[in-house]
């Protein structure tokens, strides 16, 4: 098994991207194993079938991160219809990507079709929403085509924060990103009813 060591120190804040040669395909069963191996990592594959390795994140991104799921947790107990889903959690999708949004909602109906090892595995579907938000040395193009890839595999809401930016972009399935200028809050009356995700601690972090 390859191990990666030491990779946060040797390259702060950036993501290494790994080719991998056609003869030698990196398997659903091998890159859980991989994966698991590396704990301290966040680790994709693309469509292609390469790896794009994350280290960890800085404290600014690590504390927005961890209000967003506090918030956007105690709407989901509430509301009971999904189960939430951290950062560390691997997505199969339908175009062969493995990926790990900072935060996934699934509705439990959905869930309740996988079979138990299904669930111990990278969950071999696509979430009901995802939510991405940006480090400060992110590509913001970069993280837009990502959100493409999410809404082209059958996501039905994406958001994208930009926090430097103070923007949201909205993808949803047949319609052109939508951007929103430093909202409060948001949410989807559709999807996601009584939901108002407040943004004010993703703006200006209490740090």
Known sequence: MIQLTNTAAAYPGGRIELSIPPAMPLDDELLFAFCAANRELRIERNARGDLEIMPPTGAETGHRNAELALDFGNWARLDGRGVVFDSSTGFLLPNGAVRSPDLAWVLRERLAQLTSEQKRRFLPLAPDLVIELAFPSDDPD??????????????????????????????????????????????????????????????????
């Open 142 to 207: 970069k993280l837009r085509g990502k959100l493409d890839e999410w809404r082209d595999n059958g996501v039905q809401l994406g958001w994208l924060l930009l926090p430097d930016q103070r923007q949201v972009w909205q993808y949803q399935p047949g319609t052109e990103p939508k951007r929103i200028e430093n909202p409060v809050t948001i949410g989807d009356g559709a999807l996601l009813p009584g939901l108002a995700l407040p943004l004010a601690r993703i703006w200006e972090p209490l740090l």
